[in-house]
């Protein structure tokens, strides 16, 4: 997530990108996700899988792999993540613009150890904008997602908490697609 810079307008003149993203599973079934707002809205806010915008002719799989390590300090060979397990295009107002984004999404398992690492939440390579608009990172059982959501808690991907029980289960190698927009 950062500046306009890395966002075009589309045909329709909305301005979009393609992204990387990556769901941390550990050992417990458990998917880490961040909790952000929008400079826009601060009391609108929202928790979502780490990620973000890809560099003009990166690989997808490093993109995510380089926005893992940006965004929590685990850094990881993008052999490790495996996907893409979901593709999605989704359209939503952030700083002002309306945006579309396109994502890919990978899992990535990771160990007890590297699990305690990511909570840590290592913030030295995040954007002015990341600092300004991500605000908290936690561990989510899958009932604790679907309940957030029952209470009117905003998580993103829409559908993040099936698919994450059948990911930890072992991933049959299909790609799910939603198209929010």
Known sequence: MSGDDEWTPGPDGILER????????????????????DTEDPNHSWWFTVGGGID???????????E????????????RLVGPVLQRSAVFRFTFHLRRQ?????LLHVSNSEA???SLWNQD???ELEKEVLDEVAWWRVDE??????????IYPEGIAQL???WFEGWDGSLTVIEDA
């Open 56 to 66: 003009p002719g990166e690989d997808p799989v490093d993109g995510a792999a380089r």
């Open 102 to 106: 396109y994502e890919r999404f990978y």
């Open 116 to 118: 305690e690492s990511i």
């Open 164 to 166: 994450a029980k059948g």
């Open 145 to 154: 997602i679907e309940n957030a959501r029952q209470n009117g808690v905003a």
């Open 125 to 127: 390579y995040l954007t």
């Open 18 to 37: 393609n992204a990387a993203r990556v769901v941390p599973i550990d050992e417990e079934g458990r998917i880490f996700l961040i909790r952000g707002h």
């Open 68 to 79: 893992l390590y940006e965004e929590t300090g685990l850094a990881v060979d993008p052999d």
